[in-house]
């Protein structure tokens, strides 16, 4: 592993721990030429899985793009990296469990329309306005009705309050 500062190729393990539910290690190093200290992932290589997308075009699988696309749904919510990086080790598991060389980009947007609410309803309602493709504020509303029956909540009318008493 070269250290990205000097590009030396010496360096030593200093922690391992593992991450992702036990699908990664992280490794904390250092560099023994100049001190650097960096973090690397280990991940089992899986056969490529082919993304099917809405339009028919076909692209392998990045969990990195899936990554990036749930930080941004959780951006400014106490949802952790870590616990990100769990979410989408479960659904990158769960893909490669199907046994299936390709996947539709659908079947992986409901798992994660699935298992987003339990990470942060504010996440989920920004992916699911990108995934759902909202045309107007009715069809939120709905996916929001959605979110309190799951929940058990049912609709309460606002509260009216009295003014100039």
């Known amino acids: ?55 028919g075009t076909r692209q392998l699988f990045s969990r990195e793009k899936l990554l990036a696309g749930l930080q941004h749904a959780c951006e400014k919510t106490p949802v952790t990296n870590l616990q990100l990086e769990s ?8 893909l490669y469990e199907r046994g299936e060389p390709e996947i539709s980009s659908t079947d992986i947007g409901e798992m994660i329309m699935e298992g987003l609410p339990k990470l942060s309803e504010v996440a989920y ?11 107007d504020i009715t069809s939120f509303e709905k996916e929001l009705s959605r979110i309190r029956e799951n929940r058990g909540e049912t609709e309460k009318p606002a509260s009216k309050t009295s003014a100039g008493k």
């Open 1 to 55: 592993m070269k250290c990205h500062h000097c590009g030396s190729c010496e360096n030593k393990v200093i922690e391992s721990r593992d991450v992702a539910d036990g699908e990664a290690i992280r490794r904390r190093r250092e560099c023994l030429k100049c001190g650097h200290r960096f973090t690397t992932y280990e991940r089992l290589e899986r056969p490529s899985l082919v993304v099917v997308k809405r339009n």
């Open 87 to 94: 979410f989408v080790a479960q659904v990158e598991r769960a």
């Open 125 to 135: 309602v920004r992916f699911a306005s990108v995934y759902r493709n909202f045309k």
